[in-house]
C-alpha cells in the first residue's frame, strides 16, 4: 500500500503559477504509476496528467498542455505538478493517485488516493 498527501495549493491570480506536491510513504513508490486529477464544486472529478513509476512516459489533458507539467523525484517519494498561466476555471481540489498500472485516465481505477488541495484561480 502507499499513502498520499498533497500540499502546495492556494489562492493565485489568473495568469499565476502553482507547484503541488505529492508525497507518498508504505511503499516502494516507483513502482506505482501517478495521476493528478482535480473537481470543481458541482463537477465529476477531472483527468489532468499521469506519470508512469520511472518518469518516462508523462500524459497530458489537452485543456492543460503546453502550461501544466508532471514529474516525479523517487528519490524524495514525491510527484509534482507544476501549474502555469492557470485560468479561474481551473479553480478546483486537486488530488494525487496512485495505482501499480500504468496508462490509466478514469479515476476510478486507481486504487490509492490523497486528501486533495485546494487551488483557488481568481479573476
Known amino acids: 500500500q502507499v499513502q498520499l498527501v498533497e500540499s502546495g495549493g492556494g489562492l493565485v491570480q489568473a495568469g499565476g503559477s502553482l507547484r503541488l506536491s505529492c508525497a507518498a510513504s508504505?511503499?516502494?513508490?516507483?513502482?506505482?504509476?501517478v495521476g493528478w486529477f482535480r473537481q470543481a464544486p458541482g463537477k465529476e472529478r477531472e483527468f489532468v496528467a499521469r506519470?508512469?513509476?520511472?518518469?518516462?512516459?508523462?500524459v497530458s489533458a489537452d485543456s492543460v498542455k503546453g502550461r501544466f507539467t508532471i514529474s516525479r523525484d523517487n528519490a524524495k517519494n514525491t510527484v509534482y505538478l507544476q501549474m502555469n498561466s492557470l485560468k479561474p476555471e481551473e479553480t478546483a481540489v486537486y488530488y494525487c493517485?496512485?495505482?501499480?498500472?500504468?496508462?490509466?485516465?478514469?479515476?476510478?481505477?486507481?486504487?490509492?488516493w490523497g486528501q486533495g488541495t485546494q487551488v483557488t484561480v481568481s479573476s
Open positions: 493517485a496512485a495505482d501499480r498500472k500504468s496508462g490509466l485516465f478514469v479515476a476510478s481505477d486507481y486504487d490509492y
Open positions: 508504505g511503499s516502494t513508490f516507483s513502482i506505482y504509476a
Open positions: 506519470i508512469t513509476g520511472s518518469g518516462y512516459s508523462r
